[in-house]
């Protein structure tokens, strides 16, 4: 996962001179669970097909000129890239509305975590 790579594919796109904003939201993985527990590592596995379905859905949003998805799958330590995304729009009520469902969509539907 290269940010900047992803953000060099966003520019590529055609359609990019109309955007006003990039949001991206880049996961980490953290050292505890969401109920404080310790974590030394984090088992990731990406559903890919349903993942190109949620950056689809994602683009047919009003004001959406692109979305881009990552996820890093394996073992992973604290600190570790889980997942980008960056969403690509016209303004901020559209954008920031756009990025935040799409990272919840993926945690839903692509993504499963073990945590150790």
Do not use: C, W, Y
Not at 26 to 42: F, H, M, Q
Not at 45 to 53: G, T
Not at 85 to 110: C, H, Q, S, W, Y
């Amino acid at each position: 996962m290269d940010l900047m790579k992803m953000m060099e594919k966003m520019r590529a796109n055609p359609e990019f001179q109309s955007a006003g904003m990039v949001l991206i939201h880049n996961g980490v993985a953290r050292n505890t669970s969401r109920d404080g527990k310790p974590v030394n590592e984090l088992t990731v596995k990406a559903d890919r097909e349903m993942l190109k379905e949620v950056v689809s859905l994602a683009k047919k949003r009003t004001g959406i000129i692109d979305v881009l998805a990552e996820v890093n799958e394996g073992t992973l330590r604290p600190g570790d890239d889980v997942m980008l995304v960056a969403v690509a729009g016209d303004f901020r009520e559209n954008v920031f509305p756009a990025l935040m469902d799409t990272v919840d969509e993926i945690k839903r539907k692509v993504t499963k975590k073990e945590e150790r």
